[in-house]
């Protein structure tokens, strides 16, 4: 479960940077697809997270409640994906569903005091991931409706919403880190909780900047292949100057000024050649 909230990370990730033309193309929200999913998997849930034929424990009944309470809330979320008008409409229900999910892991009963500890900031970061979405869709984007068209993408990205993505990283990793096992392991060899929980988020970190990397280096190729240009190389681009300093020269401007330089050093040849001609024709004038 926790790898399915790092892949939910990648893709909001990749429709954030990527995705909206695709989106928009569609002529869905983006939680349209959330909800779906969201309904397919509570309904898995409902029936897997208990061995069937054997007692019923506390673990059963929290995972298959929050399996009822997706398919119910994806439902919903379905429904809600599209206004009055039938215009894509986003909407709250998958943040709620988010933050009701991390809010139930985070008092998940467990074993060990180190587990218990992982489990708490786990469901307090998923709790941040659907706060931080629903925060995103009210206020930051102001509850528009979805695009239709590809002129109506909004270019400008707010720092505020990469906030959603990373949280999920984290809280897959997180949930991915908390194992029975693991838990045992780091507890015997004294592993305090606060170590461990940082180095998962720097694992987060890490996998963040590498996905955003990928997408950087797929939407500059993209760009150029479409605008009928060759891809930018790591060197050609322009670099930004600071006040008070020049612009440093890129690629093309130092191979600009090399073909200046040798026309130039070719037209000092040619003169060079052309100067005892000269002064040979004007010395045999002066000799007549």
């Not at 929290?62 to 119910?72: K, P």
């Amino acid at each position: 479960m926790g790898s399915a909230f790092i892949a939910y990370g990648i893709v909001l990730t990749i429709l954030l940077l990527c995705g909206q033309s695709w989106l928009a193309a569609t002529g869905r929200s983006q939680e349209f697809y959330d909800s779906l999913i969201i309904a397919l998997w509570g309904c898995v849930n409902t029936f897997t997270e208990h061995r069937w034929g054997g007692p019923w424990v506390a673990n059963d009944l929290q995972h298959t409640s929050m399996g009822i309470i997706w398919w119910a809330a994806g439902l919903v979320g379905i429904w809600l994906s599209r206004d009055r008008s039938g215009r894509p409409k986003r909407n709250l229900i998958p943040s709620i569903v988010i933050l009701l999910t991390g809010w139930g892991m985070s008092a998940h009963p467990q074993n060990l005091v180190l587990s218990t500890h992982v489990h708490s900031i786990f469901g307090y970061t998923l709790m941040a991931a659907g706060l931080t979405r629903a925060i995103e869709i009210s206020f930051v984007l102001r509850d528009k409706v979805a695009p239709t068209m590809p002129e109506d993408i909004d270019s400008e990205i707010s720092s505020f919403q990469y906030l959603p993505p990373f949280l999920l990283y984290a809280s897959g990793f997180l949930f991915m880190g908390a194992t029975e096992e693991q838990m045992r392991m780091l507890s015997d060899a004294g592993v305090t909780h606060v170590s461990y929980i940082l180095i998962l988020y720097s694992i987060s970190f890490l996998l963040f900047l590498f996905i955003l990397m990928l997408l950087h280096l797929y939407s500059a190729n993209t760009s150029a292949i479409g605008a009928g240009k060759q891809p930018v190389k790591p060197g050609d681009e322009e670099r930004p100057r600071t006040n008070g300093h020049a612009r440093i020269p890129n690629a093309s401007d130092r191979q600009a000024q090399d073909a200046q330089e040798f026309e130039l050093e070719g037209l000092m040849s040619d003169d060079e050649d052309e100067r005892p001609k000269v002064n040979g024709k004007a010395a045999n004038g002066v000799a007549h």
